[in-house]
């Protein structure tokens, strides 16, 4: 997870961007004071957005802004130059246009796709694919039983380039923290609602053991 430096969250609306900037927020508060770390509301126009924001920093008492084009982005990194972590939580809309601005603006900046565990090929295609740059890690939200990662398995396996993981979340509750994000974690979660209930089967046998 990133400890230091200036971090891109960018993914598919609803993906749980600014969720998962809060989850970061309180790991990195592990090593790292509240008053070192801040984030930045880049272009997000979304009803509440701005609220969600201010809510969940201030809940781990870290600084938010809100930069509503690329020269108050701009004028905002010069002020925050001196912090240790910022993060810029990007709009799920015209994701390449900005990414492409982003790149422009602060070329030293790490970029981190955040989709659900349950996305689709084709949301796979448009926020993976958007990046010319190469994509410094994947984060995955939502990663709980009911989902099934298929989709994203199959990307991963057939993508030209490796696409590092680094965390997952797998609860609404920003409190529940993270998880780190392996291969092996995907395949268990994908393969999960095929598996028999081992568990009560060794039980039924266990039962006619005794009876006998």
């Not at 925050?80 to 993060?87: F, G, P, Q, V």
């Amino acid at each position: 997870a990133p400890a230091s430096g200036i971090h891109v969250l960018a993914g598919s609306s609803g993906s749980g961007k600014t969720t998962m900037a809060a989850r970061l927020l309180q790991r990195a508060q592990q090593d790292i004071p509240a008053e070192q770390m801040a984030v930045i509301a880049f272009k997000d126009q979304r009803a509440g957005a701005w609220h969600q924001t201010q809510m969940l920093c201030a809940q781990s008492g870290v600084d938010c802004y809100r930069a509503k084009d690329g020269e108050t982005l701009a004028l905002l990194l010069a002020e925050l130059s001196e912090r240790r972590l910022i993060l810029i939580d990007t709009p799920g809309v015209q994701l390449k246009e900005n990414l492409v601005e982003l790149q422009r603006l602060c070329p030293a900046a790490s970029w981190h796709a955040v989709l659900p565990a349950d996305a689709s090929s084709v949301t796979l295609q448009r926020v993976l694919g958007a990046n010319p740059l190469a994509w410094a890690s994947l984060m995955v939200s939502k990663l709980d039983e009911s989902s099934a990662p298929w989709p994203l398995l199959h990307y991963l396996m057939q993508a030209a380039k490796p696409t590092p993981l680094s965390v997952a979340s797998g609860s609404e509750q920003v409190g529940d923290g993270l998880t780190e994000l392996t291969p092996a974690m995907l395949a268990d979660l994908a393969v999960a609602q095929w598996m028999p209930p081992v568990q009560s089967a060794f039980a039924d046998v266990a039962n006619w053991a005794a009876r006998w």
